[in-house]
């Protein structure tokens, strides 16, 4: 069945020849099938006029971590009163984790995507790495699989109490990666102080590539390191965090077709600095968003909260947060069915209660999603 969708008063098609439209319709099946002015629309078998309202591409949430138990309030009244953030708090959630049910991480993880969809958010990737032993991470890569579009395997997310490092690098490049391959398109590394270093990253990196996985890497979150000059040596699709940048990364990243993702929620959950959004824009970086959302250090769905503290705080303009939440979460993925509204493009539209996108940040905090389809069904 094919839907018009009529009366749009501000379309972001992501289209460098449609680019945004005003007073604008737009025809879908599984599909977007034709997109132009109202006035030149085609019949359809289903009408709905938006009556003015602003219509974008979903959200495209290229970095979460859903698959987990338990809660680490705790930690996070300890962070706001004044303890440093560091990476050990992940140890917390992994025990939570195995000891979890089938049923209670499914459970979970529907809950979250739910909560995401509400939002706007119509593509989603999940890591594994809340269970850091050969069985819970082929749990958590099945169970994420059968859940969320994109999934990425982080058995480097921090190397288990009491392990030994090398030993424990060898487990994940070797059993570990056989068996959970079969379920994940993508391996992440945690190249950071506390986590992994520059060579048991490399390691790592390496033998998912062999495997035939795409790359993603944690990098330069608590500090300058080697996160993301390894990410572009070794062309993963995205370094996520970029927290702390020297002049070399971001001209590392802004001549290679690695993808800056910025998590902003979890800097203000860890009062890390923002990134610097604005340097890498203007060195000519592709820069993305996303909610980064899981248990300890950013527990939010909310792109919209993404983007409005991009906007507010970080000094992009409110195009370049909607393009870095939409097109260029997609080419972090390195899709293009999804984050566009060209025709072809899977039939994802998010539409506002306002009548442009400006209002995600001109009205900070207040829930402006009105309608969502994602492949063409009616989330909401």
């Not at 460098?16 to 439209?21: C, D, T």
């Not at 000891?99 to 993880?109: K, Q």
């Not at 379920?183 to 990253?201: I, L, M, N, P």
């Not at 608590?222 to 040596?233: H, M, Q, T």
Request: glycine share 8%.
């Amino acid at each position: 069945m094919s839907t018009l969708i009529t009366g749009i008063g501000e379309l972001t098609t992501n289209d460098p020849e449609l680019g945004r439209l005003t007073d604008a319709a737009l025809v879908f099946t599984d599909r977007v099938e034709w997109v132009g002015s109202a006035a030149s629309a085609p019949a359809a078998d289903e009408r709905v006029d938006v009556e003015g309202r602003a219509v974008l591409p979903g959200w495209v949430d290229s970095h979460t971590h859903l698959v987990f138990a338990g809660d680490r309030t705790t930690e996070f009244e300890a962070r706001m009163a004044g303890t440093s953030y560091t990476a050990g708090g992940i140890a917390v959630t992994v025990d939570a984790t195995r000891a979890a049910s089938d049923r209670d991480l499914v459970d979970n993880v529907r809950r979250l995507v739910r909560e995401a969809v509400a939002q706007g958010t119509t593509t989603i990737e999940t890591k594994t790495g809340y269970g850091l032993n050969v069985a819970d991470e082929v749990r958590s890569a099945r169970i994420a699989a059968q859940e969320v579009d994109e999934v990425t395997f982080l058995g480097a997310h921090l190397i288990p109490p009491g392990a030994d490092a090398d030993d424990y690098v060898s487990l994940v490049i070797g059993e570990m990666l056989d068996a959970v391959a079969p379920h994940v398109r993508w391996a992440d590394v945690f190249c950071e102080q506390g986590a992994f270093d520059a060579d048991q990253s490399r390691a790592v990196l390496e033998a998912a590539a062999a495997k035939g996985l795409g790359l993603r890497v944690h990098g330069n979150q608590l500090g300058e390191g080697p996160g993301v000059r390894l990410a572009v040596e070794l062309g993963a699709a995205s370094v996520d965090h970029c927290t702390y940048l020297s002049a070399a990364d971001i001209d590392a990243l802004a001549n290679s077709s690695t993808v800056a993702t910025l998590l902003p929620a979890c800097d203000l959950s860890t009062r890390q600095s923002l990134p610097p959004a604005r340097q890498l824009l203007d060195a000519g970086a592709t820069v993305a968003l996303a909610s980064n959302c899981n248990p300890g250090s950013s527990y939010t769905t909310s792109m919209a909260y993404c983007i409005t503290t991009a906007v507010l705080q970080m000094h992009m303009t409110i195009e370049e947060a909607v393009t870095a939440a939409t097109l260029n979460g997609a080419k972090a993925l390195q899709t293009d069915k999804v984050g566009h509204l060209s025709p072809g493009a899977r039939a994802d539209l998010h539409i506002l209660d306002a009548p442009s996108a400006t209002h995600l940040a001109y009205r900070p905090g207040v829930p402006l999603t009105y309608a969502v389809w994602r492949a063409g069904v009616r989330q909401r």
